[in-house]
């Protein structure tokens, strides 16, 4: 049974940076390595892909709201961390990560079907 667990999140000031972290479990056994994503949700907003990860670490794909201020990596076979940097009150949100098993680069939002139980971010001014 994959299961994801985020951490890192906390309430900081504009301007500052944060680093959460995901850690991934229960997929080592199939002998499948997942892509990997980081999402968020704001507060009467839909759910948006910020950033995601091939499953190798080799390929990356970013929003345009983040693009060039937060940075995906896997640190390690099971982790997955998302740098965000420059943070503004638009960045206050509910961050998710999530994996996907499909083949194919990128996934599609929808593709993604594990998910963790998320982590406040929240930017003041």
């Known amino acids: 049974q994959v299961q994801l667990s985020e951490s890192g999140g906390g309430v900081v000031q504009a301007g500052d940076s944060l680093r959460l972290s995901c850690t991934i479990s229960?997929?080592?056994?199939?002998?499948?390595?997942?892509?990997a994503g980081w999402f968020r949700q704001a507060l009467g907003k839909e759910r948006e892909l910020l950033a995601a990860?091939?499953?190798?670490?080799?390929?990356t794909e970013y929003a345009d709201a983040v693009k060039g201020r937060f940075t995906i990596s896997k640190v390690a076979e099971n982790t997955v961390d998302l740098q965000m940097n420059n943070l503004n009150g638009g960045d206050t949100a509910v961050y998710y990560c999530?994996?996907?098993?499909?083949?194919?680069?990128?996934?599609?939002?929808?593709?993604?079907?594990?998910w963790g139980q998320g982590t406040l971010v929240t930017v003041s001014s």
């Open positions: 999530a994996v996907s098993f499909v083949l194919s680069w990128p996934p599609a939002p929808y593709e993604y079907d594990h």
């Open positions: 229960g997929f080592m056994k199939s002998g499948y390595h997942p892509h």
């Open positions: 990860i091939s499953w190798n670490g080799g390929s």
